[in-house]
């Protein structure tokens, strides 16, 4: 079964996203995740609303400064969009562990409305220990089937020790890869040696280190199928 690859789109405008996300299918994107967070918070009603007809294969994301994204808005304007998010039941709508934890009523909500969860963990300067990284995939469990961990590889041995956490993710949908340029491999490699559910890509720009681009990252994997 081919590799499924999400693109990333931040783009400035609902126009322009809706643009870009119809671009990056045609490109040979299986998923899109829309990152709202690059928007203006007046442009969010528009921007989710257009979303519409693609929701389906759509992961919404609204990431907080504090978690290295560029919402202009208040934590509590942040939490009340998400509500909002999640009530237009996309394919997975993104939070961040630490917002869950800080939030009970915000995971009771997304749990009553039974709202598909991609928990997310980011690590913007190192890659923990293995150790560190199989408890935080412990708590994650207790939210969603579906989880992320992206962490930040200052060797190619961290990417690899990255690959090794998929060991524990029986009964997961884990998309687990490190930023930079010595995690390449496993933004490469996680959804075949982890059976990821997808890995991200950029449509043109990279919104994260080490991303490559749709066009890129499909060759790749075409070329590594023909030699499957």
Not at 34 to 63: G, N, Q
Not at 105 to 122: G, I, N, Y
Request: charged share 25%; hydrophobic share 45%; with cysteine.
């Amino acid at each position: 079964m081919a590799a499924k690859i999400c693109a990333s789109i931040a783009a400035e405008s609902p126009q322009s996203m809706k643009e870009m996300a119809l671009d990056a299918f045609s490109r040979g994107a299986d998923f899109v995740e829309l990152r709202y967070d690059f928007l203006k918070p007046d442009d969010l009603v528009e921007a989710i609303s257009s979303a519409a007809e693609f929701k389906a294969k759509a992961v919404f994301t609204l990431r907080s400064t504090a978690q290295g994204g560029k919402f202009a808005g208040s934590e509590h304007e942040r939490l009340a969009w998400l509500r909002r998010m999640a009530d237009q039941m996309p394919m997975l709508l993104d939070i961040e562990l630490e917002t869950l934890r800080e939030n009970d009523d915000l995971a009771d909500f997304l749990e009553t409305q039974r709202s598909p969860v991609l928990v997310s963990w980011h690590d913007f300067n190192s890659t923990p220990s293995s150790d560190e990284l199989a408890d935080i995939l412990a708590e994650m469990r207790v939210y969603s089937n579906y989880v992320k961990i992206v962490t930040t590889a200052k060797q190619t041995d961290d990417a690899l020790r990255l690959l090794d956490l998929y060991e524990d993710t029986i009964g997961l949908n884990a998309v687990i890869f490190a930023m930079g340029t010595e995690g390449v491999i496993s933004r490469v490699l996680c959804t075949i040696v982890g059976n990821a559910p997808f890995t991200y890509a950029s449509l043109d720009n990279a919104v994260a280190p080490g991303q490559l681009t749709v066009k890129d990252m499909r060759k790749l994997y075409e070329r590594i199928d023909k030699r499957g």
